[in-house]
């Protein structure tokens, strides 16, 4: 789905510092538990996409949420992290996670 | 307050990966195909969303999750969410598994028993 198809406009551009919201609320979530509250920064923008924790409850998920691939340095991400400084770690985030 | 759900498990301590493929079952590829038809990904008729068989997933026991395999895990959940969604009711399944039972062993699941998992 494309993003001029549904309107949205993305609040993020890439390379912008992104993070993602600390929460634990109920239903279907996305957002892994790990990254939650960790900063990265935006390296693409993959679409727009119906919001999953939506469809998970039969509805429909619209307006669509932008959707951005966030890189993450993986020694930010794991304490004690033994590979390389610069290896890093994508995920892709929705945008009602970040803050 | 639920911190993590038990299925969201990235960065925890685990055993080694098996990385080499291996083969499914009949009854794995029959719940496969099921899913792709439900889904909508083959066919016309879209039934549920992924996202639903990921939230009934998740709602597993975590006892029953750990000992559950991946393709257990599918048919548990797409039965969930077509009673969810009135497609089946509980009754129908449940009346559904007795007529089975009485029948006893399909030709493939008996092959499948005798060849073990």
């Not at chain 1, 693409?44 to 919001?51: D, L, V």
């Not at chain 2, 038809?37 to 026991?61: F, H, P, Q, Y």
């Not at chain 2, 000992?67 to 399944?93: A, P």
Request: with cysteine.
């Amino acid at each position: 789905m494309t993003l001029e198809k549904l309107g949205t406009v993305p609040l993020y551009g890439v390379g912008a510092r992104v993070r993602v919201r600390r929460a634990a609320p109920l239903g279907h979530i996305r957002t892994p538990f790990y990254i939650r509250g960790h900063a990265g920064v935006v390296e693409r923008i993959c679409g727009a996409f119906p919001n999953p924790e939506e469809l998970a409850q039969q509805r429909d998920g619209l307006p669509a949420q932008p959707l951005y691939r966030v890189r993450f340095r993986q020694k930010d991400v794991w304490p004690g992290y033994r590979g390389g400084a610069s290896d890093v770690i994508e995920l892709e985030i929705f945008q009602h996670w970040i803050e | 307050m639920i911190e993590r759900g038990h299925h969201d498990m990235g960065g925890l301590p685990a055993g080694k990966v098996r990385r080499t493929e291996h083969a499914y079952d009949d009854w794995e590829l029959r719940v496969d195909a099921m899913m792709m038809l439900l889904i909508g990904v083959v066919g016309d008729s879209k039934r549920m969303t992924v996202d639903e068989l990921r939230k009934n997933v998740e709602a597993l026991a975590p006892a029953d999750y750990d000992k559950m395999g991946y393709y257990d895990r599918w048919v548990i959940s797409l039965t969930q969410t077509m009673i969810q969604r009135g497609v089946i009711t509980s009754d129908d399944l449940a009346r559904k598994l007795a007529q089975v039972q009485r029948r006893g062993l399909s030709p493939i699941s008996r092959r499948q028993r005798t060849k073990g998992r």
